[in-house]
Structure formats: structure tokens, C-alpha cells
């Protein structure tokens, strides 16, 4: 009995300590990727400034895009810029234009698993794009074994892994493919999901991941958060200036730096295939997608202030996540875009 | 709400209002109200699901029309929709975990109900429920951890070498495929078929066994030829929930089937099936043409189940003209 009587005060008091705390509560929804710095970021703001809770659900990107749109939530979160064709539907259907705010950096590793071979092996634009598009189908083919000398390479099939489900990590993967291979953009194009020419299909990085470890001779390609806490092997890219370079968080910014220049102003860009002498080439922002007229001047206050904390502070934190930070160009670009959402 | 008020006022009684008033005073009345508004629940959820699938399937259907079904490119960037080989994928996982579970299933059903001794009987059918609880996930895992080596390593050499000129045993082999997941799905659907077949074949009434074993024939020859043909209804029955799940199966299929939407001779071969497209795509399903397709896959699949629940129904029909009505 009283044990009854303590669960039930102890109840008692969760509800009270739940209804006491009626902060504003803003929602936002959409891309998996930048998740866990998301939810962090969102906690330590609460903390701070306990007047304002931010409510973040990992949707996917493509939900996150049609779930803004609809207006269900505040903002929406992508790993690939709204096309043109979203821009216009949010504009027609909410009356305002929607804002692009880069958050955190991230970046695709090709992953492999090949008998005999645990060297890191150098990867050539044109052999990631002959392998995945079918072309280069044996593992001593000359496109990869002219970049690895003194690897041996066996005279194996190439197995290829994709993601099977829609994905950020793909739009980043299939965007370079694009970039560094004309005949890539007209077979197969870029985007979440694409008609894969070859492979087989992975649901998750941890999918991927599995299929690869498990399957002699296979290639595939991970997010690099999760290749560096998972402790997967990876190979090195050659980036636009002829070098070759292996992702990390200082390659992934550089990257970011180098396209800096070049950024326009709605913060719509690919950053991949960038130049830069130590820019990893598979690199890419993820955004917040923010409306720029607000009909609640709190909500809209509150979001304001999240974006210039994240900028500032927020910034600091995300590298112990693996997150790679943004280039202080960008910081300073966007703290004045600010200032458009009304 | 509103559907449900309805539904009162349309079944109500048929008899005079005097005796309805008095019925409902006995309480008969309430309960026979009550249960009835639970059944036709069951039916306008399964007509609202039906009618949601349509309405939210209009564009492809535009588009597209029959060619939906019956060509073969998905590709969402340049818009173009086919859901052959998906439906292709469905069908043949499941026919690979039927041909596996179908004779494993009845088998140990026989055995169970007919030939073990009752306690060790109650005692596997204990385990035998508990499989039938376990999350598909974690058969997903056991595919993935298990049957794609085994694949590769054992089944396929054992298939490949002295069959490899069938079409069905060609080509090389990734581990996961056509018959990774079919195999994956009869493990799952195989505590279906012994559970409901045990019970069927316990059903059978002692007099039709003692019958046959008086004529002289022997424990066999009663189980056979007597109270399998006695159940077989009910057999039938645990089959169609097998099928019915098999079906419809998403997690552990999409983690070892390939996710490739090709339409290949070989089981070894990777392809894909409806359910486990739409769990992969319909969260960055951007946009409209391509969310509508793949909620059209989704009345595909209900369809797919329809016809063959129906065939199903026909085959009972047809096959029990002379059998008898356990378990029905």
C-alpha cells in the first residue's frame, strides 16, 4: 500500500513538474542525419533558456520538405537544397518564400571489403563513377589499380551496395557522381533514390555497413559519422586539385571553405567536388528550412534566437559529435541572413 | 463517430419496437447490438483503408494506367513508375516459404498432435507459440547473421554445382536474394501452419481413429488416410495465414533480399518486394507522383492478398465437397 502511495505521489509530482513548464514549444521535423547534434543542440538551448522548447522529429528529409510545406510544423531540416519546383509550392501554398540556414557539415566515405587487401586504397573520380554505374567490373581493373601501386589487387568481381531506402547520404553520393561523371547525370541523375544501374540494396548506413562486411569484394559508401564511431576502414578520394584525401572533420570543413567564396545568397549549394587543395570531395551542408514570415512573432523571436546561439555557441559542440563545423564565412553570411525572417 | 451512430440506427431490429424494448431489457438485445456494431467495424475499416489507397493512387493511375503493372523501370528522378518486378519479388519469396514451411509445418504438426506422447506435444508447443510471437526484426537479424553465410557458403554450392543449368539455380550468389528471404520467411511462418495444424488434427474425433484402427489398419495408415483428410480444411486454413503473412512481410525480407528492383530467372539472384519498397522509400518519397506510386504498390498489395485469399476460399470450397467441416 504504500508503495502504491509513493508511485502515485511521485506521478503526481511529474505531472506537476510537465505542467509548470508550459515554454513556448516550437516543432520542426525532417532529415535523420544531423539528428543527434539536432536533439543536443535543442536540450542545451532548453536549459538555457527554459522559456523555449524545440521539438525535432527524424522524419527524413523528403518528409521534413512536405511536412513544412503543409505548414504541420515550424521548420523542416534537409540533407539536399529544396529544387526549384519546392520552392514555388511552398511559395503558393504559405505565401512567403522558405529560408536555407546551413547547420553542420557532413560527408560520404567509400567502404570496401576486399580478401587480402587492408591497406587504404586511393579512389579516382572516374573509378567510383565506372564502378557504380557498371563499368569497372574487376577490382584489378586498371581505373583503380593505376591509383593503388604496389597494393595487390585481386582479378575479383566488383559487388556494389547501395542504400536501399531514400536517403540524405545517397542525394551526397549521387550529387558528386554527377559532378565528376557527364555520363552518371544522364543515366541516373542525383537524388534520395535513384534507378541504381547495379547492386544490391542496404537499408540504413548499418545496412550498407552489413552487406559490405559480409560480402567479399564489395564496395560501398557510409556516412562519415558513422564510418569514424563505428571504426569502418575507408578509402581516400582525389579531390578537383589531383590529391588524394581521406575524409575527417578538418578535410570536410575545408571543403566547405573552399565553396565559401562562391556561396550564394540563399545558401542553396553543392558543396561536392569543391575546390581546395586539402578539400575532401564528398562533402555537403545539411540545412535548416526556415519560413521567412512568421504569423507568431514568439515563435519566430525564438528561432531567431536558436539561429544566432547555434551560430555562435552551438558551433563549439558539434565536433564532439563528428560533426564538421561551418566555415567562419558562412557563420558571418548567415548571421546577417537572419535577419530576413520576419 | 458519425459512422458509428449510423451503423446503430441501420441494424437495428427487425421484429416489432415492443418486443425490441423488451428484448433490451432482458440484456439479449444490448449484447447482440454491441457485438454487432464490433463486427461491422471490422468491415468499414477494411472498405476506409480500401477507398484511402484508391483516392491517394488517382496520379499513377493517370499516368500510368495498366503500364503500372506491368513494366519494369522505378526510377524516381526521371518519374517513371513500374511495379512488375516488386509484385514479381512478393510472389516468389512467398512461394519459396511456402514450398519450405508447407511440408515442415504439417509434418511436425502430425507428429505433435498424432504421434508424440501429449506432455512432450504441450510442452514444443509452448516454444512453438513463442516463436510465432518473436518480432520480425529479429528474424531479420537472424538472416542476415545466419542464412545469407549459410547461403553462401553451403546452399548455394550444394544448388549451383550439380543444378546450376536449371535457370532457377543460375548465376553467382550475393547471399542475400530471392531464396535467402523466402527461407527467412518459411522459418517465420512455420510456427503458424503447427500451431493452427495441431490443433485441427487434435480436433479430429476419437471415433474416426478408433474406426480406422478397428478395420485393422495400422497408426500410419489411420493418421493418413483418416484424420488428415478429416482436417484437411482446417490445414488449409493455417496454410492461407501463412501465406497471408509471408506476404505481407516487410523488415526481415527487406534485410536479406537485395532491394534491387530487377526481375531475375535465378533465386539466387537479389530482387525487392512491395512491402519492403514502400517501408525503404515512403519517407523521402518527395514528390506526388512518386508517394502516389508507391501508395499504389500499397493497394497492389492488398489486392495481391484479395485474389489470393479468394482462390484460396474457391480451393476450400471445391476440395471439401467431400471432406468435413473442422476447424472451417
Known amino acids: 500500500m504504500k508503495r502504491i502511495v509513493g508511485l502515485a505521489a511521485g506521478v503526481l509530482a511529474l505531472c506537476a513538474i510537465v505542467l509548470a513548464d508550459n515554454a513556448l514549444l516550437i516543432n520542426g521535423a525532417g532529415a535523420t542525419f544531423p539528428y543527434p547534434i539536432y536533439s543536443k543542440w535543442f536540450d542545451v538551448y532548453h536549459t538555457k533558456n527554459p522559456n523555449f522548447q524545440f521539438n525535432y522529429q527524424s522524419v527524413g528529409s523528403g518528409a521534413g520538405i512536405k511536412q513544412v510545406t503543409e505548414g504541420t510544423v515550424d521548420f523542416g531540416a534537409t540533407d539536399g537544397p529544396m529544387n526549384d519546383d519546392q520552392l514555388k509550392a511552398f511559395q503558393e501554398k504559405r505565401g512567403s518564400a522558405i529560408l536555407h540556414f546551413p547547420t553542420v557539415l557532413g560527408a560520404d566515405v567509400p567502404t570496401y571489403n576486399i580478401a587480402g587487401v587492408s591497406t587504404a586504397l586511393n579512389f579516382t573520380p572516374e573509378a567510383l563513377a565506372g564502378i557504380f554505374l557498371g563499368k569497372v567490373t574487376k577490382w584489378n581493373d586498371p581505373a583503380i589499380a593505376s591509383a593503388n601501386k604496389g597494393v595487390n589487387l585481386p582479378a575479383a568481381d566488383i559487388v556494389v551496395v547501395h542504400r536501399s531506402d531514400g536517403s540524405g547520404t545517397t542525394y551526397i553520393w549521387t550529387d558528386y557522381l554527377s559532378k565528376v561523371s557527364e555520363e552518371w547525370k544522364s543515366k541516373v541523375g542525383k537524388g534520395t533514390s535513384v534507378n541504381w544501374p547495379v547492386g544490391l540494396g542496404g537499408k540504413g548506413n548499418e545496412g550498407v555497413t552489413g552487406l559490405v562486411k559480409q560480402t567479399p569484394d564489395s564496395i560501398g559508401y557510409v556516412e562519415l559519422i558513422y564510418a569514424v564511431q563505428n571504426n569502418i576502414p575507408y578509402g581516400s578520394v582525389k579531390n578537383s586539385s589531383g590529391n588524394f584525401v581521406k575524409a575527417d572533420l578538418a578535410s570536410v570543413t575545408a571543403a566547405a571553405a573552399g565553396a565559401a567564396k562562391a556561396m550564394p545568397d540563399d545558401f542553396r549549394v553543392s558543396i561536392t567536388d569543391a575546390p581546395g587543395k586539402t578539400a575532401y570531395p564528398i562533402s555537403s551542408f545539411t540545412w535548416l528550412l526556415i519560413p521567412q514570415k512568421f504569423q507568431d512573432a514568439g515563435k519566430r523571436d525564438a528561432i531567431k534566437g536558436f539561429l544566432n546561439w547555434m551560430l555562435g555557441e552551438g558551433q563549439n559542440s558539434v565536433e564532439t559529435l563528428s560533426y564538421a563545423k561551418l566555415p567562419k564565412e558562412v557563420v558571418e553570411k548567415e548571421k546577417k541572413a537572419i535577419d530576413n525572417i520576419q | ?328
Do not use: C
Open chain 2, 1 to 328: 463517430m458519425a459512422t458509428t451512430t449510423t451503423a446503430l440506427k441501420g441494424a437495428g431490429p427487425v421484429s416489432g419496437s415492443r418486443s425490441f424494448f423488451m428484448k433490451l431489457r432482458d440484456g439479449d438485445e444490448i449484447a447482440r447490438l454491441i457485438t454487432l456494431l464490433f463486427a461491422t467495424t471490422v468491415v468499414l475499416i477494411t472498405l476506409a483503408l480500401v477507398w484511402e489507397l484508391w483516392v491517394n493512387s488517382a496520379l499513377p493511375r493517370q499516368k500510368f494506367g495498366f503500364h503500372f503493372f506491368v513494366t519494369s523501370v522505378w526510377d524516381p528522378i526521371i518519374d517513371q513508375y513500374g511495379a512488375l518486378p516488386f509484385i514479381y519479388g512478393t510472389m516468389v519469396t512467398s512461394a519459396v516459404a511456402l514450398l519450405i514451411a508447407v511440408p515442415l509445418g504439417i509434418g511436425a504438426a502430425i507428429f505433435l498432435a498424432e504421434l508424440a506422447p501429449p506432455r512432450v506435444s504441450d510442452i514444443l508447443q509452448f516454444f512453438i507459440d513463442l516463436l510465432a510471437a518473436v518480432p520480425s526484426v529479429i528474424y531479420g537479424l537472424l538472416g542476415v547473421f545466419i542464412i545469407v553465410p549459410l547461403m553462401r557458403t553451403v546452399i548455394y554450392p550444394a544448388l549451383n554445382q550439380p543444378f546450376g543449368y536449371l535457370p532457377i539455380f543460375k548465376g553467382p550468389s550475393y547471399g542475400v536474394g530471392f531464396m535467402t528471404a523466402g527461407i527467412v520467411l518459411a522459418i517465420m511462418v512455420i510456427p503458424y501452419i503447427i500451431s493452427v495444424s495441431r490443433e485441427v488434427l487434435l480436433s479430429v474425433p476419437r471415433d474416426q481413429r478408433e474406426a480406422a484402427l478397428a478395420l485393422g489398419s495400422t497408426r500410419w495408415e489411420s493418421t493418413w488416410k483418416v484424420v488428415v483428410p478429416f482436417a484437411k480444411t482446417g490445414i488449409m486454413g493455417s496454410i492461407f495465414l501463412a501465406l497471408a503473412r509471408a506476404l505481407g512481410e516487410t523488415m526481415a525480407v527487406t534485410m536479406v533480399i537485395g532491394n534491387t528492383p530487377k526481375i531475375a530467372a535465378s533465386l539466387f539472384a537479389p530482387g525487392y518486394s512491395i512491402a519492403a519498397v514502400i517501408a525503404n522509400e515512403f519517407t523521402e518519397a518527395t514528390g506526388d507522383l512518386y508517394l502516389q506510386s508507391l501508395i499504389a504498390l500499397g493497394l497492389v498489395l492488398f489486392l495481391l492478398t484479395f485474389i489470393l485469399n479468394g482462390l484460396a476460399r474457391l480451393l476450400i470450397v471445391v476440395t471439401t465437397q467431400k471432406g468435413s467441416e473442422v476447424g472451417g
